[in-house]
């Protein structure tokens, strides 16, 4: 099952798009697991995470993220903003699965 | 300049900005300490809102009133009238945790530290904490020797000045022991700056942080100016795409609470309220209409006179959270980042709006915040209503704010969906 971790400022905005996410993935048949979490408690959850996407207005935590990421090898990004504005599930989890399997 | 160097431009000027914000450990520290406490303030805020049910008195008459009241008390006395306890603990441990370390004893080393700067005598009765303290009055206190007690924990602890336990024994006892030292030594530091403070004509640490700092701030912090420089820098930083709550917050909050405690107290105690600038000014009448930038009347807007199908897409898409003031749909999907057309009625509107809210509740026509604190993601109306004390002209505020913010987004609106509407016709012609 692949993993995959949103982290935006209270885990709000980035819930909009597990939902949709979820849905995208169900459609496919992608045995997937999509959460959503406030910031501060990104860096705690990104072991049991696959990948970590970003919320764009969030952007500026990328940083704080790297290290823990690069220890332990997770991939993160930045969702980019249009797909973001439009809570775009596909192309969303499209990315998602694209840092997965790098 | 094509935009896409305009935006690289900006970016390159503004991240290290909202990074450095985000990532100063003390300022982060904050922010998350007053996480902490947030599930108890809001919990203090409802029963405070339900102890001043309006009319209720008339209904199950006065004495009964009382009771009632008297029984729900301890509700918001245990939490939000010491508030300051929860920050300072919260504080304490998410300051030490920065360092790697185990958070909660830096977190009670900070509350006890804090506690020891305190006065325990009241009217002359020792063996007492005057409860002001815990609030409001000890709120800056409180952070300011929640970062100087962690710092020292989390010092001592990375000198290795800690007991070691041979192998074998549990590990929450060899814990507790590795604590002893540093707690010890960073307790005793206070105890210090106690004995010392009381030979200064300040007599304690709180009166001088008070005096000196306190007071001068939270007054810099309720006027108009800065709250319109706060309102604007939010939605500039939003501009960008940069969360611009969340980076101001974490600067503004201490001033803001600390208003929000003193108003709290006088509603409680039923003499005139103090302040119009409150975090509640910010949470309920600014973001709580729809996000940050008030975005539910654009919403709104979209749906009244939204002819293309990127906005009604929109419409349908942002609406929901809106209601909740989760709007990070519209500020993304509008786009309103980057727009130059949004510019105008997303800097305008938060002005225009701070300043109708401040003069209302200058000229007594609506209540000023009686210092509940309500969830940001209460709707618009019961917000207002919550937040005034039980006040329908809170609400009715609120609704009128939001038909000023519907004016100045209204020709900006028409144009974008104007623009969108043409580009969606030649499309299709195509």
């Known amino acids: 099952m692949k993993q995959i971790l949103l982290a935006c400022a209270s885990g709000m905005s980035t819930s909009l798009l597990v939902k949709k996410m979820e849905e995208e993935a169900e459609n496919r048949g992608i045995d997937v697991k999509i959460w959503a979490v406030a910031q501060d408690k990104a860096v705690k959850e990104l072991g049991n995470a696959d990948v970590l996407l970003i919320g764009p207005q969030m952007r500026f935590m990328k940083k704080k993220y790297s290290k823990t990421a690069e220890e332990k090898g997770t991939p993160l990004d930045v969702i980019d903003p249009v797909a973001y504005g439009r809570v775009d599930g596909k192309a969303v989890l499209d990315h998602a699965l694209k840092l997965i399997d790098g | ?430």
């Open chain 2, 1 to 430: 300049m094509n935009s896409n160097k305009l935006m690289d431009m900006l970016e390159n000027f503004l991240m290290p900005i909202a990074e450095k914000l985000n990532n100063n450990r003390h300022l982060t520290a904050l922010r998350d300490g007053f996480m902490i406490a947030l599930p108890l303030i809001i919990f203090g805020s409802i029963f405070v809102v339900l102890a001043n049910l309006p009319f209720l008195d008339m209904l199950i008459g006065e004495e009964a009133y009382a009771t009632y009241q008297d029984a729900l008390g301890p509700a918001s006395a245990a939490t939000l009238s010491i508030m300051g306890t929860f920050v300072i603990i919260g504080i304490g441990t998410k300051l030490t945790e920065s360092y790697g370390i185990e958070g909660i004893f830096g977190g009670v080393a900070a509350f006890a530290s804090f506690l020891i700067l305190t006065p325990q005598t009241v009217e002359d009765v020792s063996g007492v904490i005057p409860t002001a303290v815990l609030g409001a009055e000890g709120m800056f206190v409180g952070i300011f020797t929640a970062f100087l007690a962690a710092e020292l924990y989390r010092f001592f602890v990375q000198k290795n000045l800690t007991i070691k336990m041979p192998a074998g024994v549990p590990d929450a006892v060899s814990r507790s022991f590795s604590a002893l030292i540093p707690i010890t030594l960073t307790l005793s530091a206070f105890l210090v700056i106690r004995i010392i403070f009381s030979y200064t004509p300040f007599e304690t640490v709180q009166n001088l942080i008070y005096t000196v700092i306190q007071e001068p701030l939270t007054a810099l912090g309720s006027g108009l100016p800065a709250t319109i420089i706060a309102v604007l820098l939010i939605q500039l930083f939003w501009f960008f795409g940069l969360h611009g709550q969340i980076l101001i917050n974490s600067v503004f909050d201490p001033i803001w609470y600390a208003l929000n405690d003193e108003n709290l107290q006088a509603f409680q105690a039923g003499t005139e309220l103090p302040n119009i600038v409150t975090k509640q000014f910010i949470d309920t009448f600014l973001v709580g209409m729809g996000g940050s930038g008030m975005t539910l009347a654009v919403v709104i807007g979209i749906f009244l006179i939204g002819r293309s199908r990127q906005l009604k897409e929109l419409g349908k898409l942002g609406g929901p959270p809106g209601i909740f003031n989760v709007n990070e749909p519209i500020i993304f999907g509008l786009p309103i980042i980057m727009n130059p057309l949004a510019l105008i009625p997303w800097l305008l509107a938060p002005v225009v709006i701070t300043l109708t809210t401040y003069f209302a509740m200058a000229t007594g026509l609506v209540p000023k915040p009686a210092g509940i604190i309500v969830p940001w993601t209460t709707p618009i109306g019961i917000s207002g209503f919550m937040a005034t004390g039980n006040a329908w002209q809170g609400a009715v505020l609120q609704f009128f704010n939001m038909a000023v913010v519907f004016l100045i987004w209204w020709p900006f609106l028409k144009i974008l969906d104007k623009s969108y509407y043409e580009s969606e016709k030649k499309e299709g012609n195509e």
